[in-house]
């Protein structure tokens, strides 16, 4: 589950509304100056999965521009998963350590960021008066202020979007599936030459997702908090789906790749002509970096597929505030959108609304179109409620993921 071609010193305008609906309360200048001031010289923990060199290139190179700017220094800690920094700030509070935490900034979303904001393990409100919120497309991207149907309230800050999104070589796949219907009849087309990622991993578990909201006739109970006592039900055409294809998955659905990595080396190998991920530019990623051919190609299906947006937030017992902040900041400026847009750098799409920025921020996102890359998005759907995660995959499990 998460990039640029210059330097670029962020606008003053930063600060200023950029569209109707981008309605970020900003601190006053003096109060963001002194913020800034309080920072200088602190140390930030940020917590941040490490599962990508690019990624860790990207944090290295942001952790050097936070130094010279504002003489904030960032410390990568490099974690699996999110749910290990939860449970540390869980951990510290039940201790009674209401200050000097061991966590000043974490890379979260979904179930994570749900935990934290109903136990109190969150600082906030705090995202909406950066000064480089007010660029945030709130409108155009709703899910920067709705996480899994949760409201966020300015309890962390939106760093970059995500869309599940599938890819194939297209000399094995020349018309790709635009359903899961379709994909289920391609399956028992091609046997063994599909697979996804062994839930509770989270590209796994969003293929489940989006099997899920495609199929049922109703998605209401989805985008509420989970209930035992409609489940059954609301799930039963999941397991129906996937009782037909896995006998026609790679291993007869007994096996799962461990992650999307291996997902994709299998492709690359010729062992599966399929795959998926979370960013709609991984596979144009992966053809730059030579461990895709340029033969593959990226697609969604044709009435849409799940997205959401993924965020920062700080705990409640965060050392280092005001550097979380600043750090927030800086992420959220186009320089540092941009960066992490470029397929050179990482391929994450923006949060900003890009048409409403100035000339000069505009031309940092512009770039022509890459090998891989998707030639049109399809609709978003959102997530559904991050209290639902869990129980699909405890269910998976028991049905599936004992072998």
Same mark, same amino acid.
Do not use: C
């Given at each position: ?80 998963? =999110?749910?290990?920094?939860? %449970?540390?700030?869980? &951990?510290?509070?039940? +201790? *009674?350590?209401? /200050? $000097?935490? #061991?966590?000043? !900034? ?108 495609? =199929?049922?006739?109703?998605? %209401?109970?989805?985008? &509420?908090?989970?209930? +035992? *006592?409609?489940? /059954? $039900?609301? #799930?039963?055409? !999941? ?165």
């Amino acid at each position: 589950m998460p990039m640029f071609k210059r330097r670029h010193v962020i606008a003053a305008a930063a600060a200023a509304p950029f569209a109707q609906g981008m309605r970020a309360q900003t601190v006053p200048s003096d109060a963001w100056a002194k913020i800034e001031a309080a920072a200088k010289g602190q140390t930030i923990f940020f917590n941040a999965w490490a599962g990508s060199e690019r990624i860790n290139a990207y944090l290295q190179w942001a952790a050097g521009e936070l130094a010279q700017r504002w003489g904030v220094k960032l410390e990568h800690v490099k974690i699996t998963d =999110t749910a290990e920094a939860v %449970k540390r700030v869980r &951990a510290e509070k039940t +201790a *009674g350590r209401a /200050a $000097d935490g #061991t966590v000043d !900034l974490v890379w979260i979303n979904g179930e994570n960021f749900l935990a934290m904001k109903k136990e109190g393990l969150l600082f906030g409100p705090w995202s909406e008066q950066l000064p480089s919120y007010a660029a945030v497309d709130t409108v155009g991207k709703p899910t920067t202020r709705i996480d899994f149907s949760e409201p966020v309230e300015g309890m962390e800050a939106p760093w970059g979007m995500a869309q599940f999104t599938f890819y194939a070589d297209s000399t094995r796949v020349p018309k790709t599936p635009n359903s899961v219907a379709e994909l289920v009849e391609w399956a028992k087309a091609n046997p063994g030459r599909l697979s996804y990622p062994k839930p509770p991993q989270f590209v796994g578990t969003t293929f489940l997702k989006q099997v899920l909201i495609e =199929t049922v006739a109703d998605r %209401k109970p989805f985008y &509420a908090p989970y209930s +035992a *006592g409609v489940f /059954a $039900d609301a #799930t039963a055409p !999941l397991w129906t789906v996937l009782d037909a294809l896995h006998p026609q998955l790679w291993k007869q659905g007994k096996q799962f790749p461990p992650n999307p990595t291996t997902l994709r080396q299998m492709l690359a190998d010729g062992e599966l002509s399929i795959g998926m991920t979370f960013n709609p530019n991984e596979a144009a990623n992966q053809i730059v970096a030579k461990t895709l051919p340029a033969t593959v190609v990226s697609y969604q299906h044709a009435k849409g597929t799940i997205g959401n947006t993924h965020f920062l937030a700080i705990p409640f017992n965060a050392r280092a505030k005001e550097a979380a902040q600043v750090a927030a900041n800086f992420f959220l400026s186009p320089a540092a959108q941009a960066r992490k847009a470029d397929i050179a750098h990482w391929g994450d799409p923006t949060v900003l609304a890009v048409a409403k920025l100035s000339a000069s921020d505009r031309a940092l996102f512009a770039g022509g179109a890459a090998p891989g890359q998707l030639k049109a998005s399809a609709p978003t759907i959102p997530e559904p409620h991050g209290s639902w995660v869990d129980p699909i995959e405890r269910e998976w499990t028991r049905r599936y993921g004992q072998g």
